[in-house]
């Protein structure tokens, strides 16, 4: 029997694995989808290993066939390195994800080929053409059909407590920050509901997580996924957009019944005319208030997503922001600084004003300031953010926010009493 060739496949990570709470971090939340489907459309005469740097090591001197490597924009230089590394070892070497996406010309230095978008169609494509010594430099085939989109492995269930499935892909927004459209493009797509549920049903985990930009782009299909979701046992958290959610009751109801526990919610400012810059002009900073009461009254957590470092921002917008989260009693929030990530439209205006401050892949993370801020300066912005990230996420504010919440029912107030905090202390510390 001839012998299988082996495949070494890598989610990149820049972080510490060394460090304690970033340990915790990586490893209480989501294992990589991205890693799960690709082995899912690997043919099975490959024998394939799968590391994700924040949970396992990389041995580097590992010899074989390829070593595929996907990379966000934060471990893209992390990415290099180890391509770099293999390369020297006499592997093949092949990038691929987001970061590699919207600069394949830079990574195309560190590997043999390169993978731009979306990989189910080009991956086996690229195995077929290294066979018969064909390898192109570049893959960049049309969009995947959503009915061929793969369901994950679950090959890292030992290390998390929640799964990862995704049920859309595409977004047809145009937010001038956002680097999804890199990968998945603009154009929405749905995988069949049936698929989607069989794969929920195999599930070996209760939680899991919504790998989609927004289960909000197309209400109707999501209710009727929501509908056939019911009775699954099944708990979750996903991603949507505050106007639908504002406007949808009976998308409200179901997400409930089919278990959701969290929305994760882009609000990323609490000025209108932000929003309108940004071209987030759905979001309506009136309604902001009724929405997450709306939602909340279903018994369904918000974690608030904001931003800050816009063009339109003021020096008040930080303490204006962390009045109104409290105001709003959003439950969970996250206070970013605004990322010109490569690929997306805010990138290219920053570069073409000279607005970029460094290249330096590894601070673009969300929480350096890698550009030059139009009404405060660099260091300006990331105090103001740390600032009033540490006020929110201290346990005292914790613990009052949650004695003074009367919409909590007694489950839910000592999982933020307990749960939350715990959590908090990791999110402060960093």
Not at 3 to 8: D, H, S
Not at 168 to 195: D, L, M, Q
Not at 246 to 254: G, H, I, N, T, V
Not at 314 to 343: C, E, H, W
Request: proline fraction near 5%; charged fraction near 25%.
């Amino acid at each position: 029997m001839p012998r299988k060739f082996k495949i070494l496949l890598i989610s990149a990570y820049s972080g510490s694995k060394s460090n304690v709470l970033n340990s915790i971090i990586s490893t209480s939340f989501y294992p990589s989808i991205t890693l799960e489907q690709l082995l899912s459309i690997t043919p099975e005469k490959y024998d394939v290993t799968c590391i994700d740097e924040r949970i396992e090591s990389v041995d580097l001197n590992w010899h074989d066939y390829i070593v595929g490597i996907s990379a966000m924009t934060p471990s893209a230089n992390r990415a290099y390195f180890l391509a770099d590394e293999f390369r020297k070892r006499g592997n093949i070497v092949v990038l691929g994800g987001y970061h590699p996406s919207a600069m394949p010309l830079e990574a195309k230095e560190h590997a043999d080929s390169v993978v731009i978008g979306e990989a189910e169609l080009s991956w086996p494509k690229l195995i077929k053409d290294l066979e018969n010594k064909k390898l192109k430099p570049f893959y960049q085939p049309s969009f995947i059909s959503s009915e061929k989109i793969p369901p994950a492995k679950q090959i890292f269930m030992k290390y998390h407590k929640m799964g990862m499935v995704q049920a859309t892909r595409g977004c047809p927004y145009a937010c001038k920050y956002c680097a999804v459209k890199n990968v998945e493009g603009k154009k929405f797509r749905s995988r069949p509901i049936k698929n989607v549920i069989n794969e929920l049903k195999s599930l070996k985990t209760k939680r899991f997580f919504f790998a989609d930009s927004s289960l909000t782009i197309n209400p109707e299909y999501t209710k009727k996924l929501f509908q056939e979701m019911i009775g699954l046992n099944k708990k979750f958290s996903c991603y949507g957009n505050i106007h639908t959610l504002y406007d949808d009751e009976d998308l409200l109801k179901l997400a409930s019944d089919a278990g959701c526990e969290q929305w994760l919610i882009g609000f990323e400012s609490i000025d209108q005319k932000t929003l309108n810059q940004i071209g987030n002009k759905p979001n309506k900073v009136k309604d902001y208030s009724v929405a997450v009461n709306k939602i909340r009254d279903h018994g369904m957590m918000i974690m608030g997503l904001f931003i800050f470092g816009f063009d339109t921002d003021k020096p008040d917008i930080f303490q204006s922001t962390l009045k109104a989260v409290y105001q709003m009693n959003i439950d969970r929030a996250g206070f970013a600084i605004l990322t010109p990530f490569p690929g997306t439209q805010i990138y290219q205006q920053f570069e073409n004003e000279g607005r970029i401050l460094t290249k330096d892949w590894s601070k673009y993370n969300l929480r350096n300031v890698v550009f030059q801020p139009k009404n405060f300066s660099p260091q300006q912005l990331l105090y103001e953010r740390n600032k009033i990230a540490k006020e929110f996420f201290s346990i005292s504010n914790s613990i009052r926010r949650t004695l003074l919440d009367d919409q909590l029912t007694i489950n839910r107030m000592v999982k933020r009493l307990f749960v939350d905090n715990f959590f908090n202390v990791i999110y402060r510390k960093r």
